[in-house]
């Protein structure tokens, strides 16, 4: 079946304007992942969806970052004013449920360069 | 400050010998690791994982080793394939189902 796919593959943003990344999960996985990879550095967790629960907002680095899930499918990760140290590469994944991370299926990332 | 560390940014090895790729972490309430593989355009994939009750995990050529005396762990892989040339992560959590921490990834080439 579909993995998780993620929209668009590449993104190139002026600093200052908005940015919006898509995340289409696998069907049926009620759980749904953000993360970012920086260069250089480990993917780092940004939040953390659950069914119909309040998500887990703990690794948001501003509040220029926010996201949503609509109808517990696909998600949309918004980055308002974008910042040059925005760019990284933004990782989705999901998973049937909350558990060890071997559940957790990733989508190929979105690479976003901010200018 | 990095909780998880991968010193080596990249690894090169000849076909059919063995692949160590290490990973420390500094936090002492981790209790359970996995190490992921990623190819270029593709998302991470899971390879293996480890709980702090054990000190091994095999999974035919892959053996993930745990010293938690030491906070270090190790993936080995042997023998290595050209097909085994990617990224590998090693991530670590406090316990299972909780937010894990990735450590910067090492590139690991396999030559033939």
């Known amino acids: 079946g579909a993995g998780v796919s993620q929209s668009p593959s590449n993104k190139v943003t002026e600093k200052g304007k908005d940015v919006e990344l898509r995340c289409d999960p696998i069907s049926g996985h009620t759980a749904l992942y953000w993360y970012r990879q920086s260069l250089g550095q480990g993917l780092e967790f940004l939040i953390y969806f659950q069914g119909n629960s309040a998500p887990d907002k703990s690794g948001l680095p501003s509040d220029r970052f926010s996201a949503e899930r609509t109808g517990g499918s696909v998600s949309t990760l918004t980055i308002q004013r974008t910042q040059q140290e925005d760019s990284a590469v933004y990782l989705c994944?999901?998973?049937?449920?909350?558990?060890?991370?071997?559940?957790?299926?990733f989508g190929p990332g979105t690479r976003l360069l901010v200018l | 400050d990095q909780q998880v560390k991968q010193n080596s940014p990249s690894l090169s090895v000849q076909e059919g010998r063995i692949s160590i790729l290490n990973c420390d972490y500094t936090?002492?309430?981790?209790?359970?690791f996995l190490w992921y593989k990623k190819y270029p355009a593709e998302g991470p994939t899971f390879l293996i994982s480890?709980?702090?009750?054990?000190d091994k995990n095999e999974d035919g050529r892959f053996t993930v080793f745990l010293n938690k005396s030491a906070k270090h762990l190790s993936l080995h892989i042997v023998p290595s394939q050209p097909g085994d040339s990617a990224v590998y992560f090693c991530?670590?959590?406090?316990?299972?189902?909780?937010?894990?921490?990735f450590g910067p990834g090492t590139r690991l080439s396999v030559l033939p």
């Open positions: 480890i709980s702090s009750i054990k």
């Open positions: 994944a999901s998973s049937f449920q909350r558990g060890g991370g071997e559940t957790q299926y």
């Open positions: 936090n002492s309430m981790f209790d359970y």
């Open positions: 991530a670590a959590s406090v316990s299972r189902g909780q937010n894990f921490v």
